[in-house]
């Protein structure tokens, strides 16, 4: 009897070393392509940031390109203010005005911008009603231990 519960015991070892090893080789895994995502992003916006703030004539020139109405420059300005300025809102602005003027890769933007925004939501939501059950478990297993609820 003995001799089985040593051996149910290392057994038991074994797999959570093997579990909890597994798990710390995701964590690492997930880390190191979080940090290559933000190395690669940084990549890419250093040439906007390199326009706006080393070349304001360019961005002048852009800017009144853009209130000409030309699509190109206005998506091309929309891309410099939102990687280079990081300013959303002024980006946001040069894309739709963008877009109206029939610019591809600005509707391509708005529209994953869209989408993305649609999916924080639903998580959101999700979020919400996750933590609405958790607090409803929470209360009745204080009602059945013969506790108060506290709001």
Partial sequence: MGGIIAILLI?????????????????EKEERIRKENKKRLEEYKQPFKNIYYGVPS????LKQKAQSGDADAQGELAAIYLYGAEDKDLAMHWYRKAAENGNEKAIKF???????QQQWDLWGR???????RRQ????????????????
């Fill in 11 to 27: 057994g038991g070892l074994f797999w959570w070393a093997v579990v909890s090893g597994k798990e710390q080789e995701r964590r």
């Fill in 58 to 61: 360019k961005v002048k020139e």
């Fill in 110 to 116: 708005l529209a994953d911008e869209q989408r993305f």
């Fill in 126 to 132: 999700q979020f919400d009603e996750d933590q609405k």
């Fill in 136 to 151: 409803f478990v929470n209360d009745v297993n204080r009602l059945r231990e013969g506790k108060k609820l506290h709001y």
